[in-house]
């Protein structure tokens, strides 16, 4: 009977000790199992957050070379340059013109019943413009040299030729009252284009 009492009180000992073991270890697999959930969590939220390159696929059109880039920009350099050589050109013929279309339209009516080469060849000469200076126009400074003694006015008519001689522009300059020894010196422009290239000849000048 003590014996079987014995063996009884030590296993009711044993029992309340198993259980507390149990449920340390149960605890310990829970704590490893939300450490394990957490960490995926993280690892998850983390790369979620991680930035990633776009999808090139979904994109239209194509992005502009170099190449490309240069070409519109040497090609929007060429236009400014046009665009400003001309504003050039016809502010100078403007110039040219508010001062001396009266003189010119004068010079223009007295010549038409002249015959060429006019009573007043050796008293004009003709030296040409750097284009420079005319926004690219061709054009010739005339110069009348009163070599009389009395005042006088002049007409005078420059030609335009082409390579081949032929005429392919007239254009008229004058001067109006010269006194003895003074000299005029008014400018022949052609309105012609650069190319082909002209040459200027000084067909009539005529003294009234």
Not at 28 to 34: E, G, H, K, N, P
Not at 63 to 71: T, V
Not at 96 to 124: F, H, Y
Not at 149 to 155: G, H, T, V
Request: include cysteine.
């Amino acid at each position: 009977m003590k014996a079987g009492a014995s063996h009884r009180a030590r296993a009711g000992r044993s029992r309340p000790v198993a259980v507390v073991l149990a449920a340390a270890a149960a605890g310990t697999l829970a704590l490893v199992s939300c450490s394990s959930n957490d960490n995926s969590s993280s690892s998850s939220t983390t790369s979620t957050e991680r930035p990633t390159p776009p999808d090139t696929a979904s994109f239209s059109g194509t992005a502009p070379s170099a190449m490309s880039s240069a070409e519109a920009s040497a090609r929007a350099r060429a236009s400014s340059a046009a665009a400003s050589a001309s504003a050039a050109a016809s502010s100078f013929e403007a110039s040219v013109s508010a001062n001396v279309e009266r003189a010119n339209q004068a010079a223009q009516n007295e010549l038409k019943n002249v015959k060429a080469p006019g009573n007043a060849m050796s008293e004009v000469a003709m030296t040409g413009k750097p284009r420079a200076q005319t926004g690219g126009l061709l054009a010739v400074v005339v110069t009348i040299t009163n070599k009389t003694d009395k005042k006088a006015s002049y007409a005078v008519q420059v030609d335009f030729l082409d390579s081949s001689g032929k005429t392919v522009e007239t254009r008229y300059v004058g001067a109006e009252d010269l006194a003895p020894g003074d000299k005029a010196n008014p400018i022949a422009i052609s309105r012609k284009p650069p190319q082909p290239v002209l040459t200027p000849k000084l067909v009539k000048a005529q003294r009234y």
